[in-house]
């Protein structure tokens, strides 16, 4: 995958350089969260959040899922580390490291950015950050991280990049500020 | 003559022309004009022709309420048509042109039908076209669609970009009068979070126009004071060119910023849609006020009196020099007054009440201004421009009193609260006899989430027509607005209005009151689909006593106005005409949107490249620069054939078919649906997803599976590899990868949910190629890596490994029946690995292939395809398929259903090849011929055919079909029917024609 | 347009973000059942006006089903709830009675 980016009133660039995985578990289980915070050394996300450290992000997909996104580099040792930690117990950890496409997007407004994809509150009282959401950017399906005031991650399938991609970038079209 | 005052104007900036052209011929404005506004100014009163009669009409009214003034604005990519002159924003470089009339605006030789209006009552299309039955086609139905319509559709593609936003708030305000302001301020004061839009460009709606005064000072004052506290709130946000166009289930709103309408070209969007979604909306939407019916009322130059005073005061522009106000209210005596303070001539106010007025009368004659009580229009004169009207008593039937010169005529009969986003989600009207006005009733709300209402209407738009107590119910409403929605109660001070004391208002539904025939034929009520108050009262004659059919039948209200000028004085003429209350008429239904909004907004994004997402595989550009002819699959393009210079896409499958037949092929197959499933009961739930078993299959094999329907239809299949002991990996259809692993969830969410077992689609996660023919294992073995021998790695079994240095996994499968291998590699190396087969391939004779051709090889290999044998009404047993369901096991999905009588039956239709006798290829989903008819006196079928190619292997063509019975008719020769020409001749055969022994994949 | 809490992701979605799946509460019928009972849990669905139990997914969300008890005519939701149950909980039924004392619906009450 190409790192393209566009400037428009919010700078739109994708993100390659991450792995994630997958993990279904019982998310409620004391031995998973131990397991899973020994391994990441990052605290457990509570429902609706992601956890951020050194790096490697935890965040909550439903209530047996887990998104764990590492920098490549670091993506085999963590990897090793996590399937020797759950080991025996009942869980599918899986790589959708090239299922998927992660995209930046930074800047002042990238809210309301944000607030014309998906049908969501994007208020910071309502999704500060911290937050993380499963939702859908116009036609298809992506969660997004609210890692900044103004920074946020979009993930979403790989097979529609291009139309994500070109659907944030004619978003930010210089112009089209809603400006609320 | 119309034209633009010295004086006046509170919305134009003087400083600013601008220039633009109507009918090609060019005028000038102000900044701030409305295109009606700088039409007048130009003396242009005609702006328009009526839709069936083709007659003369200039603007009514000033807002979006207005019928007449309906115009093609812009050119090329940026043309609209049907465009309201009274709410466009006038720019320099405008470019408007009129419509509905031929040749031209002054001379349209369809005015015709006015002469001929007598034949032309309320459903005359319904009469006169259903006889002859065959004249519809080729005679009514060309010239009806060739009259349809007033604009021209637009003929170039849209220019402009558009876009959504969603909103998300407590309280939405709809409407910037001095009522949506006091009711947004009230609500913004808890705290709560306050969305605010106007749909004009400006602030304070009437207030200003009409000489309101608030707390002491003039309305204009305190709206910017309203407005500046309001900007400076971070819990507000305030929009003006934004219309609350439609209010929906559950708080969602649609408001429609128009951005860029009046500046195009600046690189802003064009429109916004706004979907909003709060707890509460207060609507203050004001009031539309109503026309008389008397004769000649939709002549150009008659207008709505508060419009008259619209376009003096807010655009400094004289409709007339004379002008007749009649009226049946006291408000119409302040555009009178207006009229006489801008130096302008009101020969007479004709007041249709016995009693006339109280203190705005008063200052009326106080300013010299002659005022006729009791009286009425019996006909206005003149035929492209008022020239005069006749005066007679209203309690008559319209004998002539005396004749008055005059250009212009401005009437009022009242006012009608705009309820429209009340009434859009099921929220009540109750009819107010004092007012003679429907208004919302409060005890009948639309419903939210909650089963609270969710709706609030204040000021006028709530019945209420003075000022005081328009802000009263503001900023009541706007508190309890805010209560509800979760705002902490505060106490905020009510604005103060005052304005003139106001007599009631005398209904006046027709004038005069017994108006003969003749009056009552001109007296138009819907202006621009040309329905007249005869028209209303021959449907009620009729029999259409229902207003919804006697809407439909006269077509009352069904312009793009939607009869917000037309719809009470007609359902008035209906109660008088079927001799009830007006109330026990009711009205018609308000659908949103309150005024037309662009298509295009309602698209949104989703145009040109956003208009679908097409999902791409990781080889998907290779692809696309070799010669791809592609073909849409769930969301996928994949390639049907890759051309070849100078090949026709029939040629390029046949070439791909007899390659990899006879050397090798590629075909990407990353589409097909990959999914992880893991636990201690996977085994025990795949046996309940398939039909046949999968818990007993060993790690290291491949086993091919079938899905049903718990209604026992076939719905999906693949390929099943049995990963470790807990770990199975299924192979769905391309098609079939989301809604199988939805599938999957589903019962284990809803219905085995204490089972143990874990479900990842890893689809995407993966490319996959199938390498395939001949020389497939030479090329695996000549890039070296994992053991790819028949003895390591058998037919139907699987091995992780290497190949040419990518990590994959192998798979021995064959949808082809030739020596096959399908190999998975991360989808981010997919393309590098695609290629590295092509290179190395080379000298094994390598090409791409298709879906076409994959298609072609599994059908002459008689596999079945989800999709083609199967329609959702097929069983696996139809196919022969019964080998692949298990009798072993208790349950599977769709067992049950497989047993019942009609489904545990062999007299079925079961499928068969087929073989035409003359070798062409039979059409697909022809159907084969039995004896006798049916009920319905159609011919019997026996059999369809549901597959059908030209195989180039065989040289001839070749079918799959279910045909009755078809097994046990082997050799028999069925006709099959091909459209327009004879049936087709054709023997059943078995549906494997290539390789029966099975022998090539497995070597 | 609808929107309904989702008791897994805990946060309200818009339709656009869900998917209906009819009728709520259904058992299944499977080998050894009657005609008459497998013809109803295939295909007899209630379609009252007024209260009703129904099964949506949260499909541009968590993914997860869950169950809305509403009103049809109104579209009145009394509540949401998970849907590892055999019967909507004790919370929802209490909801539907402070709004629709004497309630029924199918074998609930």
């Given at each position: 995958?190409s ?5 428009g009133y919010v700078?739109?660039r994708?993100d390659?350089?991450?792995c994630?995985f997958?993990?279904?578990?019982n998310?409620a289980s004391?031995k998973i969260?131990a ?5 990441t050394?990052v605290?457990?996300p509570n ?6 450290s050194?790096?490697c992000?935890l ?5 047996d ?5 590492v920098?490549t580099?670091?993506?085999q040792?963590l990897?090793?580390?996590l ?10 950890l899986e790589?959708?490291s090239?299922?998927?496409a992660k995209?930046i997007l930074?800047?002042a407004h ?5 607030g ?5 509150d ?8 911290g937050s993380?959401?499963?939702t859908r950017f ?5 969660a997004?991280f609210?890692?900044q ?16 991609f ?6 930010v079209a ?6 609320l | 003559?119309?034209t633009r005052?010295a004086?006046?104007?509170r919305l134009i900036?003087?400083a ?5 052209t ?7 404005g ?20 009526s839709?069936k009669?083709?007659?003369p009409?200039g603007?009514?009214?000033s ?5 007449n003034?309906l115009i093609?604005l812009g050119?090329?990519?940026h043309f609209?048509?049907?465009a309201?002159?009274?709410t ?7 470019t408007?042109?009129s419509?509905n009339?031929f040749p031209?605006?002054?001379?349209d ?5 006015s ?6 009552p ?6 006169m ?11 009514y139905?060309p010239?009806?669609r060739?009259?349809?319509g007033?604009?021209k559709a637009?003929?170039a ?13 407590e309280v939405?305000v709809v409407g910037?009068?001095?009522?949506g302001?006091?009711a947004?301020?009230?609500a913004?004061?808890t ?5 605010l ?5 400006h ?9 309101v005064?608030i707390e ?6 305190w ?10 709130r ?13 209010v929906?289930?559950?708080g969602?709103?649609?408001a ?6 009046h ?5 802003r969007?064009?429109?916004?849609l706004?979907?909003?979604r709060c707890k509460?909306?207060?609507t203050?939407?004001?009031?539309i006020?109503r026309?008389?019916s ?18 003096v005061?807010?655009?400094g522009?004289s409709?007339g ?6 009226t ?7 555009t009178?007054?207006?009229l006489k303070?801008?130096?302008l001539e ?7 009440r ?10 009326a ?5 002659r005022?006729e009580l009791?009286r009425g ?12 009207v006749q ?5 008559g ?5 005396e004749?008055i ?12 609260p705009?309820?429209?986003?009340w009434s859009h989600?099921g929220g009540?009207?109750i009819w107010d ?6 208004r919302p009733?409060?005890?009948q ?5 909650d089963?609270?209402?969710?709706v609030r209407v204040v000021?006028l ?5 003075r000022s005081a ?8 409403q706007g508190a309890a ?6 705002g902490k ?10 304005d003139?004391?106001?007599l009631?208002?005398?209904p ?5 009151q017994?108006a ?8 138009w009520l819907d ?8 028209d209303?009262q021959?449907?009620a ?9 006697a809407?439909?039948?006269?077509t ?5 106005d939607q009869?917000?000028?037309s719809n009470?004085?007609g359902?008035?003429?209906?109660s ?5 209350d007006?109330?026990d ?9 309150y005024?037309?909004i662009s298509?295009?907004s309602l698209?949104g994004?989703?145009r040109?490249e956003?208009f679908q ?9 290779w692809?696309d620069s070799?010669?791809?002819d592609?073909?849409p699959v769930a969301g996928w393009?994949?390639?049907?054939a890759y051309l ?9 499958v046949?070439?791909e078919v007899?390659?990899t037949?006879?050397?090798?092929g ?5 589409t097909l649906g990959?999914?992880?499933v ?8 795949l046996?309940m997803?398939?039909?046949?078993m999968?818990?007993n299959?060993?790690?290291?094999r491949?086993?091919?599976?079938l899905?049903?329907s ?5 719905f999906d299949d693949g390929v099943?590899a049995?990963?470790?002991e807990?770990?199975w ?10 809604r ?5 969830e589903?019962?284990l969410?809803?219905e ?8 990842v689609?890893i689809?995407?996660q993966l490319a996959?190629v ?5 020389n497939?294992r030479?090329?695996l073995?000549?890039l ?17 490994g ?6 994959c996994?192998?798979y021995r499968i064959?949808f082809s029946?030739e020596?096959?291998?399908e190999i998975?590699?991360p ?8 290629e590295m087969?092509?290179?190395a391939?080379a000298e094994?004779g ?6 076409e051709?994959l298609h ?12 083609d ?5 097929v069983?696996?047993q139809d ?6 369901i298990?009798k072993?096991k ?6 049950r259903a497989?047993?019942r009588s009609?489904?545990d039956n062999?007299?079925r239709?079961q ?7 003359d070798?062409s290829e ?7 011929i039995?004896v ?9 079928t026996?059999?369809?055919v549901?597959?059908?190619y ?5 040289g ?11 097994p046990a008719r ?5 006709s099959?029917?091909k459209?327009g020409a ?8 078995s ?11 497995n070597? | 347009?609808l ?6 992701c805990?946060?309200?979605k ?16 499977g ?6 009972d497998?013809e109803?849990?295939?295909?007899d669905?209630?379609?009252p006006k007024?209260?009703h ?5 949260c499909?541009?969300g968590?993914g997860k089903w869950?169950?809305a008890?509403?009103?049809t005519a109104?579209?009145e939701?009394?509540?949401t ?6 019967e ?13 004392p ?8």
């Amino acid at each position: 995958m190409s790192d393209r980016e566009f400037q428009g009133y919010v700078h739109v660039r994708q993100d390659s350089g991450q792995c994630m995985f997958t993990l279904r578990a019982n998310l409620a289980s004391t031995k998973i969260k131990a397991a899973v915070k020994s391994a990441t050394g990052v605290a457990f996300p509570n429902r609706g959040l992601c956890e951020v450290s050194e790096g490697c992000t935890l965040a909550w997909m439903s209530p047996d899922e887990l998104l764990i996104m590492v920098p490549t580099a670091q993506a085999q040792k963590l990897l090793t580390g996590l399937e020797a930690a759950l080991e025996g117990l009942h869980v599918l950890l899986e790589d959708v490291s090239d299922a998927r496409a992660k995209f930046i997007l930074s800047g002042a407004h990238v809210r309301e950015v944000l607030g014309k994809l998906a049908p969501m509150d994007c208020h910071p009282a309502q999704f500060p950050v911290g937050s993380f959401n499963r939702t859908r950017f116009a036609q298809v399906a992506g969660a997004v991280f609210m890692e900044q005031e103004d920074l946020i991650s979009i993930i979403c399938f790989r097979s529609v990049q291009d139309y994500v991609f070109t659907l944030f970038c004619d978003a930010v079209a210089p112009g089209s500020e809603v400006l609320l | 003559m119309s034209t633009r005052l010295a004086s006046h104007g509170r919305l134009i900036n003087r400083a600013h022309a601008v220039t633009f052209t109507f009918n090609g011929r060019v005028m000038n404005g102000f900044e701030g004009d409305t295109l009606a506004a700088s039409l007048l100014a130009n003396d242009q009163m005609l702006m328009g022709r009526s839709f069936k009669y083709h007659r003369p009409r200039g603007v009514v009214a000033s807002g979006g309420e207005e019928p007449n003034a309906l115009i093609n604005l812009g050119v090329e990519g940026h043309f609209e048509p049907n465009a309201r002159a009274t709410t466009t924003e006038t720019f320099n470089g405008l470019t408007a042109a009129s419509q509905n009339h031929f040749p031209t605006l002054e001379f349209d030789v369809a005015a015709i039908n006015s002469k001929v209006a007598r034949f032309l009552p309320a459903g005359f299309y319904y009469k006169m076209f259903i006889h002859p039955r065959s004249f519809w086609k080729h005679v009514y139905e060309p010239i009806i669609r060739k009259s349809a319509g007033l604009g021209k559709a637009p003929k170039a593609r849209d220019a402009d970009k558009y876009e959504h936003f969603y909103h998300f708030c407590e309280v939405m305000v709809v409407g910037g009068g001095i009522a949506g302001l006091q009711a947004a301020k009230t609500a913004a004061a808890t705290g709560v979070r306050v969305l605010l839009v106007e749909q004009t460009a400006h602030w304070g709606g009437r207030a200003p126009v009409d000489g309101v005064r608030i707390e002491g000072m003039p309305a204009e004052e305190w709206i910017a004071a309203t407005l500046a506290d309001l900007a400076v709130r971070n819990n507000v946000v305030i929009r003006n060119r934004t219309q609350g166009s439609g209010v929906y289930d559950h708080g969602y709103a649609l408001a429609y910023e128009r951005i860029s309408d009046h500046t195009p070209g600046d690189g802003r969007p064009r429109h916004r849609l706004w979907r909003v979604r709060c707890k509460q909306i207060v609507t203050a939407t004001g009031a539309i006020e109503r026309p008389l019916s008397f004769a000649g009322n939709d002549i150009p130059g008659v207008m709505l009196a508060a419009a008259v005073r619209d376009y003096v005061v807010n655009f400094g522009v004289s409709p007339g020099d004379r002008t007749v106000v009649v009226t049946n209210n006291d408000d119409a005596y302040r555009t009178a007054l207006t009229l006489k303070q801008a130096g302008l001539e009101v020969p007479v106010i004709l007041d249709a009440r016995a009693e006339g007025g109280g203190i705005l009368m008063a200052e009326a004659l106080a300013a010299g201004i002659r005022v006729e009580l009791g009286r009425g229009i019996a006909q206005v004169l003149g035929g492209k421009r008022v020239t005069g009207v006749q005066i007679c008593a209203q309690a008559g039937e319209g004998s002539v009193l005396e004749e008055i010169a005059c250009d212009v005529v401005a009437m009022s009969g009242g006012w009608s609260p705009v309820v429209h986003l009340w009434s859009h989600c099921g929220g009540k009207l109750i009819w107010d006899l004092d007012q003679a006005m429907f208004r919302p009733d409060p005890n009948q709300p639309p419903l939210g989430a909650d089963g609270a209402g969710f709706v609030r209407v204040v000021g006028l738009a709530n019945g209420h027509l003075r000022s005081a107590a328009a802000l009263a119910d503001a900023a009541a409403q706007g508190a309890a607005a805010a209560k509800a929605a979760g705002g902490k109660a505060k106490k905020t001070a009510v604005a103060k209005g005052e304005d003139a004391e106001e007599l009631p208002l005398a209904p006046v539904w027709l004038m005069p009151q017994g108006a003969s025939y003749k009056l009552r034929s001109k007296a138009w009520l819907d202006f621009q689909n040309d329905v007249k108050v005869s028209d209303v009262q021959l449907a009620a004659q009729e029999g259409f006593e229902s207003v919804e059919h006697a809407k439909r039948y006269t077509t009352l209200g069904m312009a793009t106005d939607q009869g917000k000028l037309s719809n009470i004085n007609g359902l008035a003429i209906l109660s008088k005409a079927l001799n009830v209350d007006i109330p026990d008429v009711g009205t018609t239904t308000f659908r949103p949107p309150y005024t037309p909004i662009s298509m295009a907004s309602l698209a949104g994004e989703a145009r040109g490249e956003l208009f679908q997402p097409i999902r791409k595989t990781p080889m998907h550009d290779w692809h696309d620069s070799h010669g791809a002819d592609w073909e849409p699959v769930a969301g996928w393009r994949r390639t049907y054939a890759y051309l070849q210079p100078g090949e026709s896409v029939h040629q390029a499958v046949q070439r791909e078919v007899i390659n990899t037949r006879e050397k090798l092929g590629l075909l990407d197959a990353s589409t097909l649906g990959k999914i992880v499933v893991k636990g201690p009961d996977a085994g025990k739930f795949l046996d309940m997803m398939y039909t046949n078993m999968m818990s007993n299959l060993k790690p290291g094999r491949c086993r091919y599976g079938l899905m049903c329907s718990e209604n026992g239809f076939l719905f999906d299949d693949g390929v099943v590899a049995r990963i470790d002991e807990q770990t199975w990996l299924c192979h769905t259809t391309s098609g079939g990868a989301d809604r199988i692993h939805a599938h999957m969830e589903e019962w284990l969410q809803t219905e085995w949910w204490d089972w143990n077992v874990w479900v990842v689609n890893i689809t995407e996660q993966l490319a996959q190629v199938g390498v395939v023919g001949p020389n497939a294992r030479k090329l695996l073995e000549k890039l070296g890596g994992m053991d790819v021998s028949a003895e390591t790695l058998p037919f139907m079994a699987w091995a992780d490994g290497e190949i040419g240095g990518f990590a994959c996994r192998a798979y021995r499968i064959s949808f082809s029946g030739e020596l096959s291998y399908e190999i998975a590699v991360p989808a981010n190396r997919g393309l590098e690995f695609w290629e590295m087969l092509m290179e190395a391939g080379a000298e094994f004779g390598v090409m791409p292939y298709g879906t076409e051709c994959l298609h072609i090889m599994r059908a002459e290999k008689g596999f079945i395809m989800i999709g083609d044998e199967t329609d959702g009404t097929v069983i696996p047993q139809d196919l022969g398929l019964n080998w692949a369901i298990s009798k072993k096991k208790d349950d599977f999905l769709g067992k049950r259903a497989q047993q019942r009588s009609f489904m545990d039956n062999p007299d079925r239709w079961q499928l068969v090849g087929l073989e035409t006798l003359d070798g062409s290829e039979l059409e697909d989903g022809a159907y084969a011929i039995a004896v006798g008819t049916n009920a319905n006196g159609q011919t019997n079928t026996e059999g369809r055919v549901t597959s059908t190619y030209h195989s180039p292997t065989m040289g001839r063509g070749i079918a799959m079909g279910l045909v009755h019975n078809g097994p046990a008719r082997m050799g028999e020769v069925l006709s099959f029917t091909k459209i327009g020409a004879a049936p087709v001749k054709a023997k059943i055969v078995s549906q494997v024609f290539y390789d029966p022994e099975g022998e090539k994949p497995n070597v | 347009m609808l929107i309904l809490n989702c008791p897994y992701c805990g946060r309200e979605k818009d339709e656009t973000e869900l998917a209906a799946g009819g009728e709520a509460h259904l058992k299944r019928f499977g080998p050894g059942s009657s005609d008459q009972d497998f013809e109803g849990y295939l295909f007899d669905r209630a379609n009252p006006k007024g209260l009703h139990f129904e099964r949506w997914r949260c499909a541009a969300g968590c993914g997860k089903w869950f169950h809305a008890a509403r009103c049809t005519a109104t579209l009145e939701v009394f509540g949401t709830y998970k849907a590892q149950t055999l019967e909507p909980p004790k919370t929802i039924r209490d909801a539907i009675t402070a709004k629709r004392p004497g309630w029924s619906w199918r074998n609930f009450s």
